[in-house]
């Protein structure tokens, strides 16, 4: 199919699926075809002493080797080849199991190696030089090791609105893989918000991809994720964009729940008063197995309700039980994925007594 066809498809695909929840126009926000995946893992096939990049096949166990990949982001493109190249005339190839890569808009990069063997001295000090002499951050994983060289991270730099924003972004943490189209869906999130004078709770928060844009429009939020590397970034990210309406806690979506409701204590709330907040509008941006039956309830008591979905059957099953209290006033579908038949969404719900 064309790249046209492909989202006409996908949008014929969505009406006809969540129809029976929203009647009106559903918004369509499409990628870029080649060069835009700013995240991305590869197998490494080892065949007749040399390497290759590779994928999984469509068949379990299946391995296909790649001799390239016009998805990903024009600079982890250009280094691919590089990198195999120099892992090869270096010999630091053996039992190398997997290579993941995190890349910038300015172009800076972070590779991960996977390894089945313990990284020695000898090649540290070999991926050392490597990492200066192709100016990236080299860090090699193996079973109870990680060994970085340079920094564990990189600072991506999105535009939202015409305002730049700033994210520490940590290897193997999750981020939003791409760029163009998540700039699109923190935008979309921003339009026509209601209650911005009181304040957002947000689940699975991350880094902060979405918490550090929404700070501008509510006055105060409290964000929640379950990760401490991602909320050590939070943090961070905080500082980067000079946000100070926003509090961070490590808990799960259920945690939260039971404090707000004054059923447990803890202590990683510790500094945070829940009494302060008056908590009117959720954001969500649950993993692909979607809301709990609890989170579900928790939810119907917000004026207004933004849900981010990775995954349609799941948002489609928890629009069933939101929609016994709320009303879709706005959808959207991301193309984060082009050329799969995945596809990110996003539902803007108002509670029927507020309409």
């Known amino acids: 199919m064309s790249y046209e066809d492909q989202l006409l498809f996908k949008l014929e695909q969505t009406r006809s699926e969540f129809g029976e929840f929203f ?32 994928m999984n096949g469509r068949v379990k166990g299946e391995i296909v080797p790649i001799d390239e990949c016009l998805i990903v982001d024009r600079a982890i493109y250009d280094l691919m080849p590089k990198l195999l190249s120099r892992l090869q005339d270096l010999k630091v190839e053996q039992r190398l199991f997997g290579i993941e890569f995190l890349s910038s808009s300015r172009g800076e990069v972070a590779v991960t190696l996977l390894y089945h063997k313990k990284v020695d001295e000898q ?15 080299i860090i090699a994983r193996s079973r109870g090791e990680r060994v970085v060289f340079g920094r564990d991270h990189i600072v991506e730099e999105l535009m939202v609105d015409g305002k730049k924003y700033y994210y520490k ?3 193997a943490s999750f981020t939003q893989p791409n760029r163009g189209v998540n700039e699109q869906m923190i935008s979309w999130s921003l339009k026509d ?7 957002l709770l947000e689940l699975y928060c991350g880094a902060g991809n979405f918490t550090i844009p929404f700070a501008s429009r509510f006055a105060n939020i409290l ?32 945690e939260l729940r039971s404090a707000l409701l004054r059923e447990r204590a803890f202590k990683r709330l510790e500094g945070v008063d829940l009494a302060k907040f008056n908590l009117m509008t959720l954001f969500v941006d649950p993993p692909r197995s979607g809301l709990d039956p609890k989170t579900l309830e928790f939810a119907s008591g917000f004026s207004q309700v ?9 948002l489609k099953r928890d629009l069933e039980v939101l929609c016994k209290t709320h009303s879709v006033v706005s959808m959207a579908i991301f193309d984060q994925f082009a050329h799969t038949n995945h596809l ?12």
Not at 344 to 355: F, T
């Open 169 to 171: 972004q940590i290897e």
């Open 223 to 254: 964000a929640t994720e379950i990760s401490k590397s991602s909320i050590a970034a939070a943090k961070a990210n905080l500082l980067l964009n000079g946000v100070h309406n926003t509090q961070f806690a490590r808990l799960s979506s259920e």
């Open 23 to 54: 009647d009106k126009e559903v918004e369509i926000f499409a990628s870029k075809q080649k060069h835009f995946r700013a995240r991305a893992e590869f197998r490494i096939y080892h065949s007749d002493g040399k390497i290759s990049y590779a």
């Open 123 to 137: 090649m540290r000090s070999i991926l050392s030089r490597l990492a200066d002499e192709l100016s990236i951050s």
């Open 306 to 314: 933004i849900y981010i979905s990775c995954n349609p059957a799941t």
């Open 344 to 355: 990110e969404m996003g539902v803007k719900l108002l509670r029927k007594a507020q309409i």
């Open 193 to 199: 918000l209601k209650f911005c004078d009181a304040d």
